[in-house]
Structure formats: C-alpha cells, structure tokens
C-alpha cells in the first residue's frame, strides 16, 4: 500500500489489517487502485471496520461499500457529520440495504447482480461432472503447448496493445473499458496486485490483472487474442490456483453482463451471485424518542391507569391481571412479527418488481417513458415502504407501553 494513501481516523496497519480479516469488493477498495485515484479511508480499528470516499467530478461525495460488521453505522454518520450536498454509495449489497431501511432515505439508481467464484470450495483436480467442460478446455491448452507465468515490465508494451484490442472489441458489445495506460500502471506500484498471462511459442494470447488482499480478490481486467486452444481457461485455471495458494476465498468477476461471458464464468464452479445497488442522496434519519414514565407517584400511577383504558378501548381486551397483560403483549408481537415478514417479503420483492436498468437499451427511443416508469415504481414502493413502518413503530410503542405498565406493578 502507498505510504501517501489518506487515512483518517487510523493507522495503515488498522486498515491492513480490517482489509485482510473482512471479506470485501476488492477492486473498490483495493490500496494501489484507491492511491490512484484521490480515495480517502476513514478506519475504525477497535471496531474493525473502515470507509472509503472521494468526491467526484461532480462535486457529489462517493462512497464505496463499508467494510466490516458495523460498517453502515459508520457511514451513516460520517454523512451525517460531513453534510455533503450530494452523495453517491455504490455496489451495496442487500444485507446493507436492509440496515438501512427505517435509519435513512435513499434513491436506488440501479441493481445488478456480481458474480463471485469461490476459491475455497474450487477442486484444482476438476474432478466431477460439473467441471467436464473446464477438464476438457485445460487438457486441450495443455496439449497446445501453452505457458503460463506472471507478466514483468517488459510485457507491458505487449499488453497494452492487446488491451486495446480488446477495449476495441468490448465497446461494440456495449461495454466501457479503462484506458490501458490506467490498468497497466498498477503491477509497477507492486503490492497485492499482479498480472498474469499465457503465451505460446513466445507470443501472449491472454492476460489477466488481478488485485488481491486478505481473503477477497477481483479480476480487474481479462483480455485474449482470438485463438482455438482455449488460452482464456487455461489462463484463468492457472490464476485460481496460484491465489489458492495466497489463501484467497473469494474472487469476484464483476457485474454480470451478457448470457456468453455469464455462461463462461459458469465454467468454474462453485460460483455466488449477490444482488447489489448503486444508492444516491442517502439522507440519515436521526429520530430520538425519549420515554419518560414514573409509575412510583400518584401522577404516574394516573398515567398507567389511562394507559390501561386506551388499550382497553382500542383492542377490545380488558386488562385486570398481568396474565391477560401479558397476552395481549403476545398478541401485539405476534402482529409485529407478522409485520417484519411483510416487510422483508416487499424489500425482496422490490427489485424484480422493478425495470432492470442493466437489460435497457439507452440508445432507443422509449428511453423517456422508461424512466417515468421506474421513478413512478419507486415513488409507489416508498410509500408502501414508509407506510408498513409507521405501523411497525406504532405497535412496538404500544408494547413498549405495556411492558411498562406491567413492571410498576410488580413493584
């Protein structure tokens, strides 16, 4: 890692060390990638977790998704102590999401799915059924004499031309690649990140960068001259072996995108796919709620009196004794419960209600009626979201209420 990479809050060796012990979206957060960028890392090492952040073009402040188990908290404040007039979150995975239902508003821009292999449960001998396909591809680049290795400064040269190539080839098919000059740069930075390539008789047919760090790893780039001897499988087989012996469990192969390259992928199982969102304008919602009950005075004892009679009039159950109480507290839990799952059911349900940003063509003409229909989906699903809320409050404040109640009696 640079020694010049910003850190706020912390130390580099913290943040090494929350890198290497939380699993993680390697390439946003990645040192050599982050240092060239103008990222700033704010760690919490005695909580083990840490942020990253850089302000935009724009002006809006970007953020990368929080590493660690309380990561979000930690976001959520530092916007809230930085105020930043626009802010931007991105790959959030739904775990995420879910805290921050009730604790802030959001704008979900778009969701898609990443695509992860896991190294752990990869068997090298590709012993089995399911990889029958890969056995076959790896046996016949064997049989055609190709070379695998770690790439050095003199490849570079070499690389960059088949990256652009490659960047040429990719753009036709929809999809923006970084400048080569920007991915090259990196293995001369050293640190946990090298390229890997395959070369036959002296001439690389394929390469690959990949970022590394703790147990996370991502695939920063893949390219390949167009060849019959299966240079992509051997390259990237190669490249799972050699990270295995890193002690790497996770490498992530990016977004989805388009059923060939998905279907290639699918060659090295096991593979994890994990639905994500990109955020906007996420606004924390900082509601304290103060209960100040004294049941040990005459006006205390008043309160719970009135306290007794509205539940009474409200649910129709008459509250002589702690066990009728005590039943209608499990009654309004059992709602609450029935509510959470209500909850869970329409945030799941959300993104496949919704139009996939990802399969829409920018370029047609319906482009317009398109977003109106999505802004109009949001709009909707918000208050249905806001709706359920208020009455999940509203029944944790009546049990609240009643726990209350029940425990200055027993006094």
Same mark, same amino acid.
């Given at each position: ?16 060390? &929350? ?128 070379? @695998? ?33 920007? &991915?090259?740069?990196?293995? &001369? ?22 970022? @590394? ?94 306290? @007794? ?89 009546? &049990? ?12």
């Amino acid at each position: 890692m640079d020694d010049s990479f910003p850190i706020e809050g912390g130390t580099r060796a913290e943040l090494e060390e &929350i890198l290497s012990s939380n699993r993680h979206f390697g390439h946003f957060v990645h040192p050599v990638a982050l240092a060239s960028e103008g990222v700033t890392a704010v760690v919490d090492g005695d909580r083990n977790r840490a942020i990253f952040y850089k302000k935009g073009d724009d002006g809006a402040v970007e953020y990368y998704p929080p590493i660690g188990r309380d990561a979000i908290p930690m976001l959520l404040n530092h916007i809230k102590d930085t105020k930043p007039e626009e802010n931007r979150v991105s790959r959030l995975e739904l775990a995420g999401l879910q805290l921050l239902d009730g604790k802030a508003d959001y704008v979900i821009d778009r969701s898609y799915t990443v695509i992860t292999n896991r190294l752990d449960k990869f068997d090298p001998q590709l012993e089995g059924p399911q990889y029958k396909r890969l056995r076959s591809d790896v046996g016949r680049a064997a049989r055609e004499g190709l070379v @695998f290795s770690t790439a050095t400064k003199d490849d570079v040269d070499k690389i960059g031309k088949l990256y652009s190539l490659w960047k040429i080839f990719m753009k036709k098919r929809g999809k923006e690649l970084k400048e080569a000059d920007r &991915i090259l740069e990196r293995p &001369i930075a050293a640190g946990h990140y090298q390229i890997f390539k395959v070369e036959k008789d002296g001439e690389i047919l394929a390469a690959a960068g990949v970022g @590394f760090f703790g147990e996370s790893a991502f695939m920063d780039f893949r390219i390949n001259e167009y060849n019959t001897c299966r240079a992509s499988e051997f390259l990237d087989y190669r490249i799972f072996i050699e990270l295995r012996k890193r002690g790497v469990k996770f490498l992530e192969r990016g977004v989805e995108f388009g059923t060939g390259l998905t279907d290639y992928k699918a060659k090295f199982p096991p593979i994890e796919t994990r639905t994500c969102c990109d955020l906007s304008n996420v606004k924390p919602l900082y509601i304290t709620r103060t209960w100040r009950r004294i049941y040990s005075t005459a006006a205390g004892l008043l309160l719970v009196i009135g306290l @007794f009679s509205n539940i009474k009039y409200q649910y129709g159950i008459g509250i002589e004794s702690k066990k009728t109480t005590k039943k209608l507290e499990m009654v309004l839990a059992g709602r609450e419960k029935a509510l959470k799952e209500k909850i869970q059911e329409v945030f799941l349900s959300r993104l496949q209600l919704a139009p996939e940003p990802k399969k829409f063509d920018p370029s047609c003409d319906d482009w317009e009626s398109w977003k109106r229909l999505r802004d109009t989906y949001w709009a909707e699903y918000k208050k249905r979201r806001e709706a359920l809320y208020k009455e999940w409050e509203d029944l944790r404040n009546v &049990i609240s209420d009643i726990s209350d109640a029940r425990n200055s009696l027993d006094d």
